[in-house]
């Protein structure tokens, strides 16, 4: 694995010149890794995103300082957007859970990892971005973009997105103004791992939060137990939720509200990821996302009705009538080889 001379160089300052490096597979971002499979470490690059990898440095030293468990930054080249990180190896929950770990101890963790940083006085105690009005409707309109026209080529797109958008608006205002909490944003099973050897909420290594901002508790809750990509086990989900209100709320009228804003935040978060699917196929070449995508719609349907967002799930079922099946015929066409031209 050849790097370029800032790259050459960053590793030579920090005394690991010369050694070999492994590339690890990359996500649906730009930021690449490199194994030092002899020194414990990771090379981290972003060069596209500077201020993602100054986020990523500084929510790492916070996380750590509250006691979580995320990879300790060893040196860093703010410049060249380049680091040293501390290695866990592979063994994330997702390849753990399949070969056989407790998935009910697993989650456990990662439940009360969460409950932590949303009761450390300081958790929230870090220069990131909001989450206000502005970032909560600017994701919904990757579904207006991308997955309704995907759908629907035919239909007005600029009616769809401002009656799409309206009826947003009024639903999401329980969560304007609220900025209790350092949300990570990818809290998923892809992102977390059971690191041995250590006690209590730091068994729970954290991996991925460089787009962490200031938002509602409940979002990373929805990240983990309405998860995209797997389905957990019956039962699982509710009782999650539970451990986790038991942690936080003080009396029934909190934990009443705990659970509406995480339905309410799981139907924004459905809707987004089903236009962030089309997008990465489509724009990004990146097709085997769309295998969760019918899954994903579900989840939409199902979190509508249980926020009781019945204004927008009757637009949806106007606008887009057979919202899955469609959906599941999309993802396949979408998905297809394409014959040379």
Known sequence: ???????????????????????????????????????????MEDRTDPEGFASYIRVARHLNGLGLSAPRVEAADPVHCLALIEDWGDATYARRLRAGRSEEELYALAIDALAHLHQSPEGAAVSQPFYDRDVWLTELTVFCDWFAPALAPEMERAAFTQRFLELWDAALTPLYGRQEALVLRDFHVDNLMELDGRDGVARCGLLDFQDAVRGPREYDLVSL???????????????????????????????RAIRARYHLMGAQRHARIA??????????????????????????????????????????AEALPDLRARGEALASRLAAPRAPA
Not at 9 to 36: C, E, I, K, N, W
Not at 233 to 239: D, I, K, S, V
Not at 278 to 306: F, I, M, N, S
Request: aromatic letters at 6%; one cysteine or more; proline letters at 7%.
């Open 1 to 43: 694995m050849r790097l370029d001379p800032p790259g050459v160089t960053f590793l030579a300052r920090h005394g690991q010149a010369g050694v070999p490096l492994m590339a690890l597979p990359g996500d649906a971002s730009a930021r690449r890794y490199y194994r030092l499979p002899d020194a414990g470490l990771l090379l």
């Open 275 to 316: 236009g962030v699917f089309v997008r990465l196929c489509q724009r990004d070449g990146k097709a085997h996302y769309l295998t969760w995508l019918p899954r994903v719609l579900g989840q939409l349907e199902a979190a509508l009705d249980a926020a009781t967002l019945t204004p927008i799930a009757a637009f949806l």
């Open 225 to 255: 137990l309405q998860d995209a990509r797997r389905d957990l086990a019956p039962g699982l989900e509710e009782a999650m939720l539970d451990r986790y209100i038991d942690a936080l709320a003080g009396n029934e009228a909190e934990a």
